[in-house]
């Protein structure tokens, strides 16, 4: 037995599954499928920009100390236990190690407890050095950057690489069949 059908079913297994299911539940699954990837494929093209150039500024950029400027908080919602969700927007301006000051603005959504900041607080800022413009303020950058580092590679998985191959499956199914007809 090899690895690969260790991991995901055989196209065996599935074709004695699906000779035994309605083909309406057949198509039923395969739409769910599709929308599924459909669906993570979406939130990895919206988040996946973002991670990367924050988990780059996180690992390779410049760390120094900005000046908070303006901080705005607002109530999005609720999270599950019932507390409630901001949206923290930092803008801050920060001196890059060419001695020109920059201005900065970072947006952080599903915050359960907003900092206490307020213009004229200091905050960590990281910064690209060869465009200063490209910086982020520090405030939960590490959990966003991990959490997103963890599940967009659950995501492309789970999300897209499993719905996928069911699809694959199914689909080499009915070419079976139709083959198999006289």
């Given at each position: 037995m090899s690895s690969a059908s260790k991991i995901f079913i055989s196209q065996d297994s599935f074709d004695a599954w699906a000779h035994a299911t309605r083909s309406r539940t057949l198509f039923g699954i395969g739409a769910l499928m599709l929308m599924m990837a459909l669906a993570c494929s979406a939130a990895i093209t919206i988040m996946g920009p973002r991670l990367a150039r924050e988990g780059a500024l996180l690992w390779f950029g410049t760390r120094?100390?900005?000046?908070v400027q303006n901080v705005k908080i607002v109530e999005v919602g609720r999270f599950k236990g019932g507390d409630p969700k901001y949206e923290l927007t930092i803008d801050y301006r920060f001196t890059a190690s060419d001695g020109v000051e920059h201005p900065g603005s970072t947006v952080r959504g599903d915050v359960r407890e907003p900092p206490s900041l307020q213009p004229g607080d200091r905050a960590g800022v990281y910064y690209d050095t060869r465009n200063?413009?490209?910086s982020v303020a520090e405030h939960n950058l590490r959990t966003d950057v991990y959490a997103l580092l963890l599940f967009l590679p659950f995501m492309a998985v789970v999300g897209i690489a499993a719905p996928l191959w069911f699809l694959v499956l199914c689909?080499?199914?009915?070419?079976?069949?139709?083959?198999?007809?006289p």
């Open positions: 120094t100390d900005g000046v200063p413009s490209n689909w080499n199914w009915r070419r079976k069949r139709r083959a198999a007809r």
